[in-house]
């Protein structure tokens, strides 16, 4: 089946450091990735659409220069969160598409500590 | 977008049939229904979606309602590892009709599994 690989699964890191998180689709080719941020107890909120080989397209009010994503190929998409600050620590989770035969397959998502 | 309305909760028995309502009245003709779940610090994993026929997999049953305002997820027998946040979620078919739109998650309902 169709598998989403995300890594690290959780990192920490020192207020005012970047983090870079890695989402790869291991069988399968991604024309669009799309990444979540979750805080505890609630839902996954949308945070942009990575699209290969063009810019991404960000949420309302998600800062698309602390959030950097790119997707410079089929397979592989990274979100970065620049100048981290312990608001940003949250759990984040990517995901992509196969076909219209089978959803949406999800990473297991990164546990962002910023300290 | 079009929005769902889930219970926050829902308790079943372990060996019981367990029935999660959706609704739904906003839908469009275009939107899929997805429903997927979510287990604490882990990605959310995909159950099942559909159209407008009901559909079977093994994982669940999905009923959709005749005018497409409500659907119904049915697990067939509820297990201790059924327990899990489930989100209804409607998609939109994406750009060439072979994959899906963003997907925005609602605050799904916390299922709870008594052995």
């Known amino acids: 089946g169709a598998v989403v690989s995300q890594h690290p699964s959780w990192v920490i890191c020192k207020s005012g450091t970047s983090v870079k998180i890695e989402c790869r689709s291991l069988?399968?080719?991604?024309?669009?990735m799309f990444w979540y941020r979750q805080f505890p107890k609630q839902s996954l909120m949308l945070m942009a659409t990575s699209n290969e080989g063009s810019k991404a397209t960000y949420e309302q009010g998600v800062e698309k220069d602390k959030f950097l994503i790119n997707h410079a190929s089929l397979t592989l998409s990274t979100l970065t969160v620049t100048s981290a600050h312990p608001e940003d620590s949250s759990f984040y989770i990517c995901s992509a598409g196969r076909d219209r035969g089978f959803g949406y397959t999800f990473g297991s998502g990164t546990r962002l500590t910023v300290v | 977008d079009a929005k769902t309305t889930q219970p926050n909760s829902m308790e079943s028995n372990e060996e019981e049939p367990v029935h999660l309502p959706c609704n739904h009245s906003?839908?469009?003709?275009?939107?899929?229904i997805h429903w997927y779940r979510q287990l604490p610090s882990q990605g959310p994993e995909y159950v099942i979606h559909g159209l407008t026929s009901n559909v079977n997999n093994r994982m669940a049953s999905l009923a959709i309602a005749e005018d497409r305002k409500s659907s119904t997820l049915i697990l067939h027998r509820a297990t201790l590892r059924d327990a899990a946040v489930y989100y209804c979620?409607?998609?939109?078919?994406?750009?060439?009709?072979?994959?899906?739109?963003?997907?925005?998650f609602g605050q799904g309902t916390i299922l709870t599994v008594h052995p």
């Open positions: 069988d399968f080719q991604a024309t669009t």
């Open positions: 906003t839908i469009s003709g275009t939107d899929y």
């Open positions: 979620i409607l998609g939109l078919l994406g750009a060439g009709g072979t994959s899906y739109g963003k997907l925005t």
